[in-house]
C-alpha cells in the first residue's frame, strides 16, 4: 500500500531553472515530512523537513511548501545547479511510529 | 568520525542460502530501521527497533529478521525464505520520538547468484 505517492519520477531542469518535485499522502496521522536527496551508490541524507503547522518552511535555495487541506507538499529547488543532480525521496511519519514512509523517489537531472 | 557502518559493501549469495547484514551506530541512537531499495519503488522499510530487545516488522518483513541485542547494533539476515533479495540494504538511526533526524548509513549491495 503506498501511503505517499510522489511526482515525477524523472525531472530535468536546466541550470538555474527551478526543479519542482510533488507528493502526496493519504494518512491524516502524518506529522512530520522531510525530504532526502541520494546521490549514487549512498545512503540518503536530509535534507529540509517540516511539520503541518507551517505552510512554508525555507534554507537556502531549497522551500517545502505544505497543503495540509490538499494533503499535499512540495520540494522547489530555485536556481538549480548540476551539483543538485540526484535521486530525491519525500516522506511521512504517521503519529505512534517512528519510522518514515518514503514516496518512490524523482531523478533529478540539472543540465549546464 | 560518529556515524552508521553497514558491512560488507557488496555481497553475493547463493541461492538457498542466510546472509547476515552488519549495522553498527556510534551516535547513541536508541532506533533503528532497515530498509529495502529497489530500482522505480523508493525505500521500503523491513523492520525497525526503538529500543534494546525490542523490534517491529515493516511493511516487507517477511523473509527477513533482525536482532538487537546491543544498542549499537542492529543485523539484519536475509533468509532463503525471501524470494527476491537483490537489493540494495540501507541501515539507519534516530533519536527516539516523532520527527527526529532518521540518519542513513551508506547500504548493502546483496546479489543472488
Known amino acids: 500500500q503506498q501511503q505517499v505517492k510522489q511526482s515525477p519520477q524523472s525531472l530535468i531542469v536546466q541550470k538555474g531553472g527551478i526543479s519542482i518535485i510533488n507528493c502526496a499522502y493519504e494518512?491524516?496521522?502524518?506529522?512530520?515530512f522531510p525530504w532526502y536527496q541520494q546521490f549514487p551508490g549512498k545512503g540518503p541524507a536530509l535534507l529540509i523537513a517540516?511539520?503541518?503547522?507551517?505552510s512554508e518552511k525555507k534554507e537556502g535555495r531549497f522551500t517545502i511548501s505544505f497543503n495540509k487541506s490538499a494533503k499535499q507538499f512540495s520540494l522547489h529547488i530555485m536556481d538549480s545547479q548540476p551539483g543538485d543532480s540526484a535521486t530525491y525521496f519525500c516522506a511521512a511519519t504517521p503519529t505512534g511510529r517512528r519510522a518514515l514512509t518514503f514516496g518512490s523517489g524523482t531523478r533529478l537531472q540539472v543540465q549546464p | 568520525d560518529g556515524g552508521i557502518t553497514q558491512s560488507p559493501k557488496y555481497l553475493f549469495r547463493k541461492e538457498g542460502q542466510n546472509v547476515t547484514l552488519s549495522c553498527e551506530q556510534n551516535?547513541?541512537?536508541?532506533?533503528m530501521y532497515w530498509y529495502r531499495q529497489d530500482p522505480g519503488q523508493g525505500l521500503r522499510l523491513i523492520y525497525y527497533s526503538q529500543i534494546v530487545n525490542d523490534f517491529q516488522k515493516g511493511d516487507i518483513a517477511e523473509g527477513y529478521s533482525v536482532s538487537r541485542e546491543k544498542k549499537e547494533s542492529f543485523p539484519l539476515t536475509v533468509t532463503s525464505a525471501q524470494k527476491n533479495p537483490t537489493a540494495f540494504y540501507l541501515c539507519?538511526?534516530?533519536?527516539?520520538?516523532?520527527?527526529?533526524?532518521?540518519?542513513f548509513g551508506e547500504g548493502s549491495w546483496l546479489t543472488v547468484v
Open positions: 539507519a538511526s534516530s533519536i527516539t520520538g516523532s520527527g527526529n533526524t532518521i540518519y
Open positions: 517540516i511539520r503541518p503547522d507551517v
Open positions: 494518512n491524516t496521522a502524518f506529522d512530520y
Open positions: 551516535l547513541n541512537h536508541d532506533a
